[in-house]
């Protein structure tokens, strides 16, 4: 029996756990978007909502600060946080299906390191770090910097791919935290190659966060994040088949290493805009991934990947709202709050796991 025709059986007992599945992601859809605007409403000025959605939809509001407030610094925000967010979900998602490990993330597997490293290369090698180098060269700035994360996350990602055939999850995992580690070092050898004033501003950059794009940067990173999201919708049922095994999607014509390719390029895009604009994301891929299949309760990729990315946006969005509370002494940072999440996340996938149990075991 094919794959397509075995989840197209039993229609009748299937169409009411659809049905509810429907439900739970138009819920997790409706906190994402009461989050968007809480986003846009919250913060150290704090906007009733009523001039939020007339400075959205008509450009005015009862002042004109909060308009400014709303259209310059709050929306660029709430979109990158939305966008990076279902960006690092999918990539989480397809990371764990590429490598059958329920706890592959980019962070984790120093895909994310990658990136920053393919950054810090570029802008020492123009004698810029940071913020100073997209100052510099404006919308190239922006382009290249991106190209570059894209490429350093790539050369982990192609290194992890060829040794996961022949190395253990457990062995993979460290192998990834080692390549991880091994980018920082070199990173931060590179700094000594540019003044203090530099290194500050590259520093700046570095710190993961979902305020510093600029509607400039998100006209690279919206439709760059929006066209990748629409072509892995393609990859969902070979997902699906090589969830089964190679051979056995082999036999049912999938081009395996073509599949296994496009998901290593999509991934790496993924994790290379989101790095080059908001920094080394930490654990927002694994956290979307688990709740997603926890929300799905089943291995379709058809449903799993818009899952994991509307779970990935909705987090994206809660995370910086949390950052950006108007509270007294606040000094929450975005991988902290994820970290309070993910962390345990991984904690409790790693001692639960039946597949990692078995590899230790052998």
Not at 2 to 10: C, E, G, N, P, Y
Not at 124 to 140: D, H, K, M, Q, S
Not at 280 to 287: D, H, M, R, S, T
Request: with cysteine; aromatic share 8%; net charge neutral.
């Amino acid at each position: 029996m094919s794959l397509d025709v075995a989840m197209q059986s039993a229609p009748t007992e299937a169409n009411p756990r659809k049905v509810f599945l429907g439900l739970r992601l138009a819920l997790v859809a409706v906190v994402g978007v009461i989050l968007f605007v809480a986003e846009l409403s919250i913060g150290a000025a704090a906007i009733p909502v009523l001039d939020v959605f007339q400075a959205l939809t008509t450009g005015e509001a009862s002042s004109q600060v909060w308009i400014n407030i709303i259209w310059e610094f709050r929306l660029p925000r709430a979109l990158n946080a939305a966008v990076s967010g279902a960006a690092l979900g999918a990539a989480g998602i397809m990371l764990q299906a590429l490598f059958r490990n329920p706890l592959a993330d980019p962070y984790i597997l120093g895909i994310v390191h990658g990136a920053r490293l393919g950054a810090a290369i570029l802008v020492v090698a123009t004698g810029l770090a940071g913020n100073a180098f997209l100052l510099r060269f404006g919308l190239i700035g922006d382009a290249g910097l991106a190209v570059a994360s894209v490429v350093g996350g790539l050369v982990v990602l192609f290194i992890l791919s060829a040794l996961s055939s022949r190395i253990s999850i457990v062995t993979l995992l460290l192998v990834g935290l080692m390549l991880g580690y091994f980018s920082i070092g070199l990173m931060n050898a590179l700094m000594h190659f540019v003044d203090e004033s530099h290194a500050k501003a590259f520093k700046a950059w570095d710190d993961a966060s979902f305020a510093g794009a600029t509607w400039q940067q998100l006209k690279i990173l919206v439709p760059g994040i929006l066209a990748g999201l629409a072509a892995i919708a393609f990859l969902a049922k070979p997902l699906n088949a090589m969830l089964l095994g190679d051979r056995y999607a082999a036999s049912m014509g999938i081009p395996v290493g073509c599949i296994k390719l496009a998901v290593l390029a999509a991934t790496g895009w993924f994790c290379g805009m989101v790095t080059a604009f908001c920094g080394p994301v930490a654990f927002l891929g694994l956290v979307a991934a688990h709740i997603a299949r926890g929300l799905v309760g089943a291995s379709d990729h058809r449903v799993l990947l818009p899952a994991a990315a509307l779970l990935g946006s909705t987090v994206g969005l809660a995370a910086d709202l949390v950052t950006h509370l108007p509270l007294e002494h606040h000094i929450f940072h975005l991988n902290a709050v994820i970290g309070l999440v993910g962390a345990p996340v991984a904690l409790f996938v790693l001692l639960r796991s039946r597949a990692l149990r078995s590899w230790e075991g052998s």
